[in-house]
């Protein structure tokens, strides 16, 4: 299993971004989405998180201005990122799993998000 992620950039305060993330190299499809970020010196932190039956979770610091979806096919999670703040500048990664067999973790390769003030 490969994810592969992307949409990251410089973008002002106040602005958006999308980020994507597509899962490839497997018919089983990933129970559990999830995006994180990893600011210069600070640990990884969850952002948000999506199930297959499409239930959400989202840290406090992003409720409200990020929403995370994904496709119908199972295979990609979106992470729609809206009045953004220099606060929310950081290599995003997104994270996959799957509980039932066969199981697996992956992560991808980490986009990079500048917020400018």
């Known amino acids: 299993v490969q994810l592969q992620a992307s949409g990251g950039g410089l973008v002002q305060a106040g602005g958006s971004l999308r980020l994507s993330c597509t899962a490839s190299?497997?018919?089983?499809?990933?129970?559990?989405w999830s995006w994180y970020r990893q600011a210069p010196g600070k640990q990884r932190e969850l952002v948000a998180t999506?199930?297959?039956?499409?239930?959400?979770n989202y840290s406090d610091s992003v409720k409200g201005r990020f929403t995370i979806s994904r496709d119908n096919a199972g295979i990609a999670v979106y992470l729609q990122m809206n009045t953004l703040t220099p606060e929310d500048t950081a290599v995003y990664f997104c994270?996959?799993?799957?509980?039932?067999?066969?199981?697996?973790?992956?992560w991808g390769q980490g986009t990079q998000v500048t917020v400018s003030s």
């Open positions: 999506i199930t297959r039956v499409g239930s959400t």
């Open positions: 994270y996959a799993a799957r509980r039932v067999g066969p199981t697996y973790e992956k």
């Open positions: 190299g497997t018919i089983f499809r990933p129970n559990t």
